[in-house]
């Protein structure tokens, strides 16, 4: 079953069959509802809780977008950025480099939500495990991992192999330290925000369980 809320694109799993709303944008299923009022007030309440933290998560995203943006349009258009030329025109070769990063960042945050209804179409109801706290502790050790080895040893080799790239585009190596500094950026928000949706899903997956033992009148 789809979720009634048409910008939407959760497709609920068998093991969501029985929630009394939407995990992904906490839209309320009204069918499911218990026809006993003071039952139906203590689920609204709960309902009420995940749409504050789905809004919470939303404008936390957007800021995260927004930290990545601004060094990235500092670098390219401040006035007495290395990345401007002497004519005030801004390097080529950097205006393609920052464009690929923001293609990238757009695309990653602004459909990081549909990558669990694109997971389940390609293994089915096992993708309801990618929800769970097992889960979502394995990942944040995965991505713990990928950081430490990033630091230790594919930063300075990116830097060096950058350094010389640069050097063949004749490009001033004060940029370098500019551009690497917004990778840096990224690298820290992007597992930040990451963390950030993964405590808010399981709050609000949280909260859905608790709804169906109140619509229950449990």
């Not at 349009?73 to 923001?102: C, Q, T, Y």
């Not at 300075?156 to 490009?171: A, S, V, W």
Request: hydrophobic share 45%; net charge positive.
């Amino acid at each position: 079953m789809e979720c009634s809320n048409k910008k939407c694109t959760h497709v609920f799993f068998r093991k969501e069959s029985s929630y009394v709303c939407c995990p992904a944008c906490g839209e309320l299923r009204k069918e499911k509802l218990s026809l006993n009022e003071f039952q139906r007030m203590q689920v609204v309440a709960k309902h009420l809780k995940i749409k504050k933290l789905e809004k919470i998560n939303e404008a936390v995203l957007y800021l995260c977008y927004i930290l990545i943006m601004l060094p990235m349009i500092r670098a390219l258009f401040a006035p007495d950025s290395p990345n401007h030329k002497g004519d005030g025109k801004i390097e080529g070769f950097m205006v393609r480099e920052f464009l690929v990063i923001w293609i990238s960042c757009s695309f990653i945050f602004l459909y990081h939500d549909k990558k669990l209804m694109v997971i389940k179409r390609c293994i089915g109801e096992y993708a309801w495990y990618l929800t769970t706290v097992v889960f979502k502790v394995i990942k944040l050790c995965f991505l713990l991992l990928v950081l430490f080895l990033f630091v230790r040893y594919l930063y300075p080799y990116m830097y060096t192999r950058t350094k010389l790239l640069y050097q063949e585009h004749n490009i001033r190596l004060e940029t370098l330290d500019i551009n690497f500094c917004v990778g840096k950026v990224m690298f820290i928000v992007f597992p930040l925000y990451y963390v950030f949706a993964d405590i808010v899903e399981l709050m609000k997956r949280k909260l859905c369980r608790d709804m169906i033992r109140l619509n229950s009148g449990g």
